[in-house]
């Protein structure tokens, strides 16, 4: 029988868009058909969206996007003030991002486990599988107890997912989780470290769940930190009402597109003269005819008032060949180099610890 340790063998590697310029690539895709142009033009509204420095990049993740490789790509658009707001799945963020940043990794599964094959012997090893990606359960729950101890460390009282996101950057930054201490880089850290808000509007569905519940059940009958959703919404909605241009690059769809979609009608019934998004891309392979949100299309969107017709794009196509490309194309284009940073966190109020 294959020991754990031989499964647990070939770490994900993160692509870096520094490294490959993908410029001429794109810009000759723009003169084919079907998805190729359809990239094309969202890799130039992107870059248009970043030479707009009046506008505010939000950043919306679904899926599981860091597993896969692209936790390099996110922490550089964040270092160079390529997105401005992150709204996210609490996985991509918590047992992903924030679970490579304590020192665990991704690994590449072998073809034979991609369809199923061998989950129970998986489930023997505490390997838990991601389609091609193996994760070690055991470090997982490292992750868990890890997030209970932060959670432990807050002044009980109710929290927006961001707020909570801030803490567990603290929490690298003081048990010396960083670069500069010859660790990996990550999102979390990066957008402590800039000022970049993380939203997670259904953040209990992941790692921070399971450390919050064994927190809650701990301590019954007194008093306890809780997540509110109605503040995480409340917060992006005051970050529209304070920068009135954005723009959307939303990988996925589902609860943080929604999410980030909605503020626009948030700002309107709040009384500001809320404008609709004036930049959206969307990458889906969500099928638009059930009417579900990840395959639901920009231009449906408009009909609610949230997204400008003008530079909209949807890309039908898988994230991790599209967003490399969409990502790298405006970072060599020096699209963000008269940007600086929006620092959204300031604008919202402080935590308290």
């Given at each position: 029988m294959t020991t754990k340790k031989e499964l647990l063998n070939d770490?994900?590697?993160?692509?870096d868009i520094k490294q490959h310029n993908v410029v001429a690539?794109?810009?000759?895709?723009?003169?084919?058909?079907?998805?190729?142009r359809d990239l094309a033009r969202a890799a130039k509204i992107y870059e248009m969206m970043l030479r707009d420095t009046e506008c505010g990049v939000?950043?919306?993740?679904?899926?599981?996007?860091?597993?896969?490789?692209?936790?390099?790509?996110i922490v550089d658009l964040v270092r160079n003030n390529m997105v401005d707001a992150i709204v996210s799945t609490g996985a991509?963020?918590?047992?992903?991002?924030?679970?490579?940043?304590?020192?665990y990794r991704h690994y590449i599964a072998g073809d034979e486990y991609k369809y199923g094959a061998?989950?129970?012997?998986?489930?023997?090893?505490?390997?838990d599988r991601i389609y091609d990606t193996f994760i070690d359960e055991d470090e997982l729950r490292i992750c868990d107890d890890v997030m209970k101890q932060i959670t432990d460390s807050l002044e009980p009282?109710?929290?927006?997912?961001?707020?909570f996101i801030q803490a567990m950057g603290k929490y690298l930054v003081d048990h010396k989780r960083t670069p500069k201490d010859g660790e990996h880089d990550s999102i979390v850290l990066a957008c402590y470290e800039l000022d970049v808000p993380i939203f997670c509007p259904a953040f209990s569905d992941c790692s921070a769940g399971f450390g919050l519940v064994a927190h809650q059940h701990e301590r019954r009958g007194k008093a306890v930190v809780s997540i509110d959703s109605a503040k995480d919404f409340y917060e992006l909605t005051q970050l529209k009402m304070a920068n009135p241009t954005t723009g959307l690059l939303m990988i996925g769809g589902g609860v943080p597109k929604?999410?980030?979609?909605?503020?626009?009608?948030?700002?309107?019934?709040?009384?500001?003269?809320?404008?609709?998004h004036k930049y959206a891309i969307q990458i889906t392979v969500a099928d638009a005819r059930d009417g579900a949100l990840s395959g639901s299309t920009l231009k449906e969107a408009s009909s609610w008032g949230k997204v400008d017709l003008t530079y909209e794009q949807m890309v039908f196509a898988e994230a991790t060949i599209a967003v490399p490309l969409i990502a790298g194309y405006a970072y060599h284009k020096d699209a963000y180099k008269a940007r600086t940073g929006k620092k959204f966190a300031q604008v919202l109020e402080p935590v308290t610890a």
């Open positions: 770490q994900i590697q993160h692509i690539l794109v810009d000759a895709m723009s003169s084919m058909a079907y998805s190729s939000i950043l919306c993740l679904a899926g599981s996007m860091i597993s896969a490789g692209m936790q390099k790509v991509n963020i918590v047992d992903q991002d924030f679970f490579e940043a304590l020192g061998g989950d129970a012997t998986l489930r023997e090893l505490a390997i009282r109710a929290y927006s997912s961001r707020e929604n999410f980030a979609q909605d503020i626009v009608v948030a700002a309107d019934v709040l009384g500001a003269d809320a404008t609709m």
